[in-house]
């Protein structure tokens, strides 16, 4: 039966981010609490395996490696005004990054075409020398350096559709044009970059949306800009960066979505993994800050990359 895989591990709740930080661990029990009460049986969970070396290596310098993984604070520290170290962070990192790793090969080694990785922390501010914006791995971006090296591919597409640019990701591949990068975020917000002329080597494509843009301007966006885009490179597998801080309800930002349109959207991307890449699909968590938000907008994911019935 063909089903969708979750990649997940307890470690991921011991990144310690303090009482106030909103990237915290109740995030992931929620998603997590929110898809066993949702689909049952429906999922198959996995254990999330550890990154190994030569895996984070394709994407980051030695140099935050050393900082993410031999620091090992007694207590936690800052690495950058937003970005906590903490005893249990090197383990999670770990886990959160080898997570995308898993699915990918499973998605190219017959298990399941179709995965969503719960973990944190979530990954695509991290570029490949610095942690910042709550992410210390750029699990999107090992997972991509990952199925190009790995699996020999030659066309792999990351959507990005957190509120917030993942500058992280695209500055990794901005000059690799085996990877493709779409995204849309809110502008201006944190981290400030993501203009629509920042094209890469003609391989990024951003969206930037102001304030306030809502569920039409979103889905016309990627109706017209972000999707064709996708289509038209074709790629062997399709990864997300999937952040549901765009939810009316989240602190963070202000573009007022709603959780149909994540289903929407996910629903999208699935049919462009099912044209050009036979089904792979694989979608890591990024940000979200509202639990109930979290909550209904992982469901909505989830659901939407679920298989119908005989498929
Ligand atoms: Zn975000």
Do not use: K
């Not at 383990?91 to 075409?113: H, K, N, P, S």
């Not at 991290?126 to 699990?139: I, K, R, T």
């Not at 969206?207 to 306030?212: D, E, F, H, V, Y």
């Not at 979290?294 to 994911?301: G, I, K, P």
């Amino acid at each position: 039966m063909t089903t969708l895989a979750i990649y997940t591990h307890p470690a991921c709740l011991d990144h310690d981010t303090g009482p106030a930080h909103a990237e915290r661990p109740e995030r992931l029990s929620a998603v997590s609490g929110a898809l066993r009460d949702a689909f049952g049986d429906a999922l198959r969970w996995h254990q999330a395996p550890r990154a190994d070396r030569g895996a984070l290596l394709r994407a980051h310098a030695p140099s935050l490696l050393e900082a993410v993984l031999e620091t090992r604070p007694p207590r936690r520290t800052l690495l950058d005004p937003d970005t906590v170290l903490s005893p249990g962070s090197a383990e999670a990192a770990l886990r959160a990054a080898g997570a995308g790793i898993a699915a990918v090969d499973a998605a190219f080694g017959g298990g399941d075409t179709r995965a969503f990785c719960v973990v944190r922390p979530p990954g695509h501010h991290a570029s490949a020398g610095d942690a910042m914006g709550f992410c210390l791995f750029n699990n999107v971006a090992v997972a991509a350096a990952h199925a190009l090296d790995r699996h020999g591919l030659a066309r792999v597409a990351i959507a990005d559709f957190d509120v917030h640019h993942g500058n992280g990701t695209q500055a990794i591949f901005e000059q690799e044009p085996r990877v493709l990068y779409a995204g849309s975020h809110q502008s201006p917000l944190y981290p400030g970059s993501g203009m629509a002329d920042e094209r890469g080597v003609g391989n990024i494509v951003n969206a930037p949306l102001p304030p306030g843009t809502g569920s039409a301007g979103f889905r016309a966006a990627w109706r017209e800009c972000l999707l064709p885009a996708l289509d038209a490179f074709a790629p062997q597998l399709l990864l997300v960066s999937a952040g549901f801080d765009g939810h009316w309800r989240d602190p963070l930002a202000q573009l007022q979505l709603q959780a149909g349109d994540y289903a929407w959207l996910t629903g999208e991307l699935v049919a462009i993994a099912q044209r050009h890449a036979h089904g792979r699909i694989v979608s890591l968590l990024e940000g979200g800050y509202d639990l109930d938000a979290l909550r209904e907008c992982s469901v909505a994911h989830v659901r939407a990359m679920l298989p119908a019935p005989g498929q």
